[in-house]
């Protein structure tokens, strides 16, 4: 259960039914929590009401103070109120949440803001003048899970499975970690869909797991990079193609892809010079100080211990000069994809052959 800063109700407690106040601030390390806070507070403030034109969705790292003021002072259509929710609100340039701060006590009283953070460790991630402000008009709730060492999270599984009557493997329970990733509240729901699922079975199976879970796009392009690093063509082809009939913009693929070579690029920088995975969150400074700070394999792992592994193992079947040549690669599919060269592409054929190019073919032994 997530613990929380009350100054009332929890939202998510149904008690809780308002009268509500101007600003909410949800934030915490159990996404699905601030999630469902969010959501209640929408459907409380909306009162079952047409959402439309009534409701903005804001992001913290594209939005500005003077947005969300304009979009706060915004009068609702016929509902009681109008909702403006920013999310990762934690994102929003320091600068702008103190600009942003002076305002928070003079919002309309038809107004419901809601800022929602999805932290990892931090508590908030708010300026000192934001939070200082909203909490002189509003509430705070945190939904925050204590951390669990990547290596029990799947003891976890098999112990919340063992308490629906169940049975889970280790390996099973790795697979379902896959595509659940480590937030606890996504996990137990998963378990318990899945208990469920399997009934009258006594075992929870990787089949099981793969008819009921969702494989998230970060897992398909996982897979997608594992079949380009083995050189496994086809199957690489038919993995984009999925992406690709199910709607997945080229950009976020690329996107994606660019981020997996990046991790590869940091994971074989450490290999090299003799660090496992077990070792990489215990680097020196003068390592550590090599390593970039967006998309950085060491903050990137922490707490998925099988994506610091499937990492090793796919960098370590590529070359230095193959990791070299693949941001290269992709921004010229980038470029295509935007059509700064001039020229019309099928944008489905500049994917294929980027995936084309990125396979590498025979290794000589020994490549580097």
Avoid at 99 to 121: F, Q, W
Avoid at 123 to 149: C, F, I, M
Avoid at 292 to 310: C, D
Wanted: aromatic fraction near 4%; glycine fraction near 6%.
């Amino acid at each position: 259960m997530a613990a929380a800063k009350k100054k009332a109700l929890d939202p998510l407690d149904d008690a809780f039914t308002g009268p509500l106040l101007p600003v909410y601030l949800l934030y915490g390390n159990e996404h699905s929590e601030v999630a469902r806070a969010a959501k209640r507070l929408v459907e409380l403030a909306l009162e079952g009401e047409s959402a439309v034109g009534n409701i903005t969705w804001l992001e913290g790292g594209e939005t500005t103070a003077k947005e969300i003021r304009s979009q706060a002072s915004t009068m609702p259509f016929l509902t009681p109120k109008r909702v403006v929710v920013v999310r990762n609100a934690n994102d929003l340039r320091t600068d702008e949440q103190n600009a942003l701060a002076p305002h928070v006590a003079g919002l309309p009283e038809t107004t419901c803001l809601i800022l929602d953070v999805r932290s990892a460790k931090t508590e908030h991630g708010l300026s000192t003048a934001l939070a200082k402000a909203l909490r002189g008009v509003g509430a705070v709730y945190e939904y925050t899970q204590a951390d669990l060492r990547s290596d029990d999270l799947p003891n976890r599984v098999q112990q919340l499975a063992a308490q629906h009557g169940k049975s889970i493997s280790k390996s099973s329970a790795h697979f379902l970690l896959q595509r659940t990733g480590t937030e606890l509240g996504l996990i137990q729901s998963e378990v318990a869909k899945l208990a469920a699922y399997v009934e009258p079975a006594k075992a929870i199976t990787n089949a099981d797991i793969d008819a009921m879970t969702t494989k998230s796009v970060e897992e398909s392009v996982f897979q997608l990079t594992n079949a380009v690093t083995d050189g496994k063509l086809s199957t690489a082809l038919g993995i984009l193609d999925d992406l690709l009939t199910q709607g997945q913009a080229p950009e976020m693929i690329l996107s994606m892809l660019l981020r997996q070579f990046q991790l590869l690029r940091q994971a074989k920088f450490l290999l090299d010079r003799g660090f496992r995975p077990a070792a990489w969150q215990t680097l020196p400074e003068e390592v550590q100080a090599r390593l970039p700070k967006e998309h950085n394999v060491v903050k990137g792992t922490t707490g998925r211990g099988w994506l610091a592994r499937k990492l090793t193992g796919q960098c370590s079947r590529l070359s230095w000069t193959h990791l070299s040549n693949a941001p290269r690669l992709l921004l010229t599919a980038d470029l295509q994809l935007k059509g700064a060269d001039g020229q019309s592409r099928d944008r489905r054929v500049t994917m294929e052959t980027l995936v084309c190019q990125l396979c590498p073919g025979p290794a000589a032994p020994g490549s580097r």
